[in-house]
Structures are given as C-alpha cells and as structure tokens.
C-alpha cells in the first residue's frame, strides 16, 4: 500500500519503542490500566474494569448532551472495580 509524504507507518512508534525496550533487556507486556466494554469485562488484562454491562457514549451518532450525561453516569467510578490478580501482581 502506498502512503502519501508525510504519513506515518502505523504503528512505527510502538515498534520503535518495542525495539528500545528489547536491546535494553528489559521484560515487558502490554496491558491496560482502566478498561471499559459495554459487555463488560472479563479477561485479565485490565487492572480496573467494568464487570455489568455499560451503555457507552457513541461519538458518531450520540448529540453532546447525550454523551456527557453516559460519560457522567455510565462510565462513573461507581461502574468499576479493581480486579484484585493483576493488582496484586503489580505491587
């Protein structure tokens, strides 16, 4: 696939820094600190997530009164819970 001048390759800078981290010696592994999906989460990848279903905002087709009131309410610190094995291994 062609790019035009000046486009990034994706994901050039992850690699970038994956590289560094390499060379280094350095152990590492991706994961995510705060995870949100209206399913709910399930998987061990999260430090904090949401465990009920959560109706998230839809930037496409959500007005903006609409996305604040879900961001408010919704995606609320209320809705999340930290899960205990990733903290604890992260300590």
Do not use: C
Not at 2 to 27: C, F, L, M, Y
Not at 43 to 72: C, H, M, Q, Y
């Amino acid at each position: 696939m062609e790019r035009g001048p000046g486009e990034r390759r994706r994901g050039a800078d992850d690699e970038k820094h994956v590289d560094a981290i390499g060379k280094a010696g350095w152990s590492w592994s991706m994961w995510i600190y705060k995870q949100a999906n209206p399913a709910g989460v399930h998987g061990l990848w999260s430090v904090v997530r949401n465990t009920k279903k959560l109706e998230l905002p839809n930037f496409d087709s959500d007005d903006a009164d609409t996305i604040l009131t879900k961001i408010r309410t919704a995606i609320s610190p209320e809705h999340f819970e930290v899960y205990e094995p990733v903290a604890k291994a992260l300590q």
